[in-house]
């Protein structure tokens, strides 16, 4: 089955400054790649995707990259801002498109 | 429009009872997911449905099951609780195969 690894595991940057998480998935057939938010107790929540035909994605100060060739992809925040600490989970889709396969989390920290 | 809703939020069970957690969905989502998350991990599937009637395994059914009747519901099953079953509980539903998974808000299962 598919496999995502996440880094790094936690993130502190200072508030302005731009912060990058970086996946690798192992699937070359996977073609959906989602970023998850999860605030401190809350549910996760969408923040951004890409599909394999698009190799970046911009969303305000959010961006991802996708390089299909090296299997991986990488979440950009820029001008980050203390709301946005949180953990944050990047993946993958399987072969037939059903299931979604997570990292392990990244928790960001931005230190006003 | 309430989104997912998951009861109870908090439970906790002794070794060997059983119990069934609740998932509903007011959105119409043809698919739905049970996801657990260990503390300062990732989430993992259990189970998912693509519609009224199917469900399939996903990467962590053992101990679990499911049933999707209607498709508004889809309750999981734990028989014969055990300690490694202490996590926390997500439902998700999606319009798409491969779209924005709304998440629940949780249940938080200690077993001891």
Not at chain 2, 38 to 59: F, N, R, W
Request: with cysteine; charged share 20%.
């Amino acid at each position: 089955g598919e496999n995502v690894e996440q880094h790094p595991s936690t993130l502190s940057v200072q508030e302005g400054d731009s912060a990058v998480i970086k996946c690798t998935y192992s699937d070359s057939a996977s073609n959906y790649f989602p970023w998850y938010k999860q605030e401190l107790g809350k549910r996760p929540q969408l923040i951004i995707d890409i599909r394999s035909n698009v190799g970046e994605k911009k969303d305000q100060r959010i961006a991802v990259t996708l390089n299909k060739t090296a299997k991986h992809f990488s979440l950009h925040i820029t001008e980050t801002q203390p709301e946005d600490s949180a953990v944050y989970f990047c993946a993958a889709t399987d072969n037939a498109g059903n299931m979604l396969t997570f990292g392990g989390g990244t928790r960001l920290m931005v230190k006003p | 429009n309430a989104g997912v809703t998951q009861t109870p939020k908090f439970r906790i069970l002794k070794i060997g009872q059983s119990m069934t957690l609740q998932c509903t969905q007011d959105m119409n989502h043809n698919y739905m997911y049970w996801y657990r998350q260990d503390p300062g991990m990732g989430l993992k599937l259990i189970y998912y449905s693509v519609g009224a009637g199917i469900t399939d395994k996903g990467e962590v059914p053992n101990g679990y099951n499911v049933s999707r009747s209607t498709t508004e519901d889809f309750p999981l099953r734990l028989e014969l609780a055990a300690p490694s079953q202490t996590s926390v509980y997500f439902c998700a539903s999606s319009y798409a195969r491969q779209g924005e998974q709304y998440f629940g808000p949780g249940t938080r299962l200690t077993v001891t």
